[in-house]
C-alpha cells in the first residue's frame, strides 16, 4: 500500500501507444479524433480522462474496449502480460442498456448465464450484487419499473458481476441529479476499494474525477491529445461528500481547469452541463467566485 492508502500496483493494466483514430465525415473527407494518444493505465488504479466535448473520449473507450479498431497503433489491455479475453473486460456506457424485457435479477444474470455460469450460482452471485449496489427489494422489478438512478446501479451491478479484470467507464452518472450522483459515486468507491478493479474512467466533472481517481489525464480538443497527466495525492478511503472542502481538492481543481481552460479557449465547445456545479463550465464559475 503507498502513503495515501492506494493499493495500485506497478504492474500495467491498460497501454496506450501512439494511438490514433479517423473517422470519414458526413462530406466524404476524413476527421481526425485521435492522435498519439499514450499512457498506461495500472493494475487496480482508478485512472480518469477528462477533455472538451467531442475531443474523442468516448472513441477512445470504444477502441480500448475492442468495439473499434484504431486507424495506427495500439491498445492493449493485460493482467501479468497475458491480453485480456473479451470477456474478462467490463464496459459501462452513458445509458444504462438494460434489457427492458428482463427483471433486475434476470439482467444481472445474463452475463453470468453467457459465460456458462450454473443456474444456482447465478441466482446467488446477482442477488449479492444486486444488495452490494443497494437493490434489494428490487429482484423482480423490470426496468421500467426503477428510477434512473436504480437502472444505473442495475447496470453497474450487470457488469461487475462477472468480476471484470479491467472496467471501463463512459460518463456513467452524467445523467444523474447530484443527490444520486454523490450516493453512486460512494458506492462504485467503496466496491472499487474492495475488489480494486483497474478503471478507466470518463467524466466531464472535475470533482468526480478528483474524488474517484488517483491519476487524471486532461485530453486537448480534438484531435485529441494527451495534454498532461495529474496526480491526485489524496488519502484513501476518500469522503466523497465532502472531499471539496479539503485544501488539496481546491489546488487539484484549479490545476486541472487551468489545463482545461486553455483548451476551451482554443474556441472548442465545452461539454454538456450536467448540472450546478458539475461541468467545465460550472467548474470556471466556482474559480472566479
Ligand atoms: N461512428 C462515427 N462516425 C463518424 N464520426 C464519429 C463517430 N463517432 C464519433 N464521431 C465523431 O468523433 C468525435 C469525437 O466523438 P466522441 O464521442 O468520442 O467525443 P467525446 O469526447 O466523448 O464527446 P462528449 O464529451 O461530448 O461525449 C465527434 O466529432 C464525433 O462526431
Redesign the pocket.
Known amino acids: 500500500m503507498t502513503e495515501h492508502g492506494s493499493l495500485v500496483a506497478d504492474k500495467p493494466a491498460v497501454i496506450t501507444g501512439n494511438l490514433t483514430h479517423r ?3 458526413p462530406d466524404g473527407g476524413v ?1 481526425d ?1 485521435l492522435q498519439d494518444v499514450s499512457f498506461t493505465v495500472r493494475e487496480r488504479e482508478f485512472f480518469t480522462v477528462v ?10 473507450l ?1 477502441v480500448a474496449s475492442g468495439l473499434l479498431r484504431p486507424s495506427s497503433g495500439e491498445v492493449r489491455l493485460v493482467k501479468n502480460d497475458r491480453e485480456l479475453e473479451q470477456q474478462e473486460i467490463g464496459y459501462i456506457t ?1 445509458d444504462s442498456n438494460l434489457f427492458p424485457w428482463l427483471t433486475a435479477i434476470q439482467n444481472v444474470m445474463a452475463p453470468l448465464e453467457i459465460r456458462g455460469v450454473p443456474k444456482r450460482e447465478r441466482v446467488e452471485r446477482a442477488t449479492e450484487w444486486l444488495s452490494l449496489v443497494g437493490l434489494d427489494g428490487f429482484e423482480d422489478h423490470y426496468p421500467r419499473q426503477l428510477s434512473g438512478g436504480m437502472q444505473k446501479r442495475c447496470s453497474i451491478a450487470r457488469t461487475l458481476v462477472y468480476e471484470p479484470e479491467v472496467l471501463l467507464m ?2 456513467p452518472f452524467g445523467a444523474l441529479d447530484a443527490i444520486t450522483k454523490s450516493t453512486l459515486q460512494k458506492t462504485v468507491l467503496e466496491l472499487w476499494e474492495k475488489r480494486q478493479t483497474s478503471v478507466v474512467f ?1 467524466t ?1 466533472d472535475l470533482t468526480e474525477a478528483i474524488a474517484l481517481s488517483d491519476r487524471v489525464a486532461v ?1 486537448t480538443g ?1 484531435p ?1 491529445r494527451i495534454r498532461a497527466i495529474v496526480d491526485i495525492d489524496i488519502e484513501r478511503p476518500r469522503d466523497v461528500y465532502n472531499i471539496t472542502d479539503l485544501p488539496s481538492f481546491k489546488s487539484l481543481r484549479r490545476e486541472l481547469w487551468q489545463l482545461l481552460e486553455t483548451e476551451l479557449e482554443a474556441g472548442l465547445e465545452t ?2 452541463d450536467t448540472g450546478p456545479d458539475t461541468g467545465p463550465k460550472s467548474e470556471l464559475k466556482s474559480e472566479e467566485q
Do not use: A, V, W, Y
Open positions: 473517422f470519414q465525415s476527421m479524433i477533455g472538451p466535448s467531442g475531443c474523442g473520449k468516448s472513441t477512445l470504444n452513458q463512459d460518463e470518463i466531464h485530453m480534438r485529441g461539454g454538456p
